[in-house]
């Protein structure tokens, strides 16, 4: 009888050690299979099969998929969506805001470099659904009009992903195909001098000249934004306690507007009343270290949404003409498993005052902003006489925020080390988003593009 050779004693523990995890139950399916494949390509390229060079466990592995290289854009693609979906990029997107409003040209030259170097590491959809907001806003609070900086940015995106193999699907498959062919394999940063010599000339003429050239297509008239009534909650050894009010509006987004519960002036307490748009609000609340609703509400949603494996969701409600709520304080409407963050108060007839004041009671026609799980608030709606509107805000998984960053980051570093190829290293990273939880299985299909 002739023994088993080291490979094929490798497949069969493999093999059950596979269907052991599928009887186990522990681990969802997915990532069990994508386990599997992921240790078959790293097993024959540390050990190739005889005859073999270790690029062709790659072709071998992946081959179900069409070629290795679709893997490795999926991948990429996924970790991309794991540092949109877990915020990772946040604070690099409001710093991006501060220097705008200091000067509009360093705000431009310094966006259109970090597009540049983000893009040769994230697929460069996620880089630019990450800047239009910024930039819209920024054109409505007076910043440069969208329609001149866009198109840079596009510029700098574009260039940025020329500069690595893994910046765009198409340098991935032609290094691929290459590989393929019998060329030597072509490193992360192979062509990066190159690219980055061209954009010696690129940046200085999409930063000074193309907004130029470009025309103005801002209008004269801002969207209507929704304006909310909220109340920060501070905390009571919170450096704001005990500052004037004048001190703290100058510590929030401009368009927000602060005053203290009590009519004048005064010392901050534990309480600020405020009223803008959500995203403002937002960040007037982060600004403060602040909360929109009580801290404990906040904290058991967000334990409930991992203990359920669900995004929470802002979205607005409005009062409809039968809900019980009309007369009721958002304090004592009873309200469970959702919290209420704002209030847009509807408009009073000629002659009928309302206190305006996130406290006072709802009147038919409010907007509630609400922070809770999908299903709680479809709950909430229909049994309170409540509309829920179109559109809504995932809250970011902020927690996932530094996992995120680092499985980027030792997925690129391992490829650029050559340690590894590009497409272990990233399905590895795409194993650890699901696994973690950065990135849900069932939204997987927002972090894919078919036409990528």
């Known amino acids: 009888m002739i023994a088993p050779s080291v490979h094929a004693l490798g497949a069969m523990l493999l093999a059950a050690a596979m269907f052991y995890a599928f009887a186990n139950g522990r681990l969802r399916v997915e990532i069990i299979s994508l386990l599997t494949v992921a240790v078959i390509a790293l097993g024959l390229y540390v050990a190739p099969l005889p005859g073999k060079d270790k690029y062709y466990g790659l072709r071998l592995a992946f081959e179900g998929f069409g070629h290795y290289a679709l893997v490795t854009i999926c991948s990429l693609m996924i970790l991309g969506r794991g540092l949109v979906v877990s915020g990772a990029l946040d604070p690099a997107a409001r710093a991006l805001n501060r220097i705008w409003l200091l000067n509009r040209q360093v705000g431009l030259i310094v966006t259109l ?4 170097f983000l893009s040769m590491f994230i697929n460069d959809t996620p880089v630019l659904v990450l800047m239009i907001p910024i930039l819209a806003q920024l054109a409505l609070r007076g910043g440069m009009a969208a329609s001149k ?15 690595t193999t893994i910046g765009t699907s198409t340098n991935l498959l032609v290094v691929s195909i290459a590989n393929d062919l019998g060329m030597e394999p072509i490193g992360v940063f192979h062509f990066t001098p190159i690219v980055l010599i061209a954009a010696l000339v690129a940046l200085p003429y999409i930063w000074l000249v193309m907004p ?7 209008s004269t008239i801002a969207p209507d934004h929704r304006v909310f009534l909220a109340k920060l909650r501070i905390d009571s050894d919170s450096k704001v306690v005990g500052k004037t009010i004048e001190e703290v509006r100058g510590m929030l987004p401009e368009g927000v507007h602060a005053r203290l519960p009590h009519a004048g002036a005064g010392n901050v307490g534990l309480r600020v009343f405020v009223e803008g748009a959500i995203d403002d609000l937002r960040d007037a609340a982060r600004n403060l270290d602040a909360t929109l609703a009580p801290a404990w509400l906040i904290t058991r949603l967000r334990n409930n949404s991992t203990r359920l494996g669900e995004d929470l969701l802002i979205a607005e409600l409005l009062v409809a003409p039968d809900s019980r709520l009309i ?11 959702v919290a209420i963050l704002g209030v847009d108060q509807v408009r009073q007839p000629f002659g009928e005052t309302r206190e305006r004041s996130p ?17 709680d608030l479809r709950r909430v709606a229909e049994s309170d006489g409540l509309l829920m509107l179109e559109g809504g805000i995932e809250m970011p998984r902020t927690a996932k925020a530094p996992l995120a960053l680092a499985i980027m980051a030792g997925s690129v570093g391992l490829a650029s080390v050559g340690l ?3 497409a272990i290293s990233s399905l590895a990273g795409a194993i650890l988003m699901f696994a973690t939880g950065c990135v849900r299985f069932d939204r997987v299909g927002r972090a894919l593009s078919a036409k990528v």
Do not use: F, K, W
């Not at 130029?212 to 801002?218: I, V």
């Open 212 to 218: 130029r050239l470009l025309p103005d297509n801002s």
């Open 359 to 375: 406290d006072a009671p709802l009147a038919e026609g409010d907007v509630l902003l609400m922070l809770g799980l999908p299903d």
């Open 113 to 116: 470099t970090m597009c540049l």
């Open 420 to 422: 590894v190829p590009i």
């Open 149 to 163: 900086t866009l198109i840079p940015v596009n510029a700098a995106i574009l260039i940025g992903g020329m500069a």
């Open 327 to 337: 007369g009721l304080t958002p304090q004592t409407g009873g309200l469970e498993g």
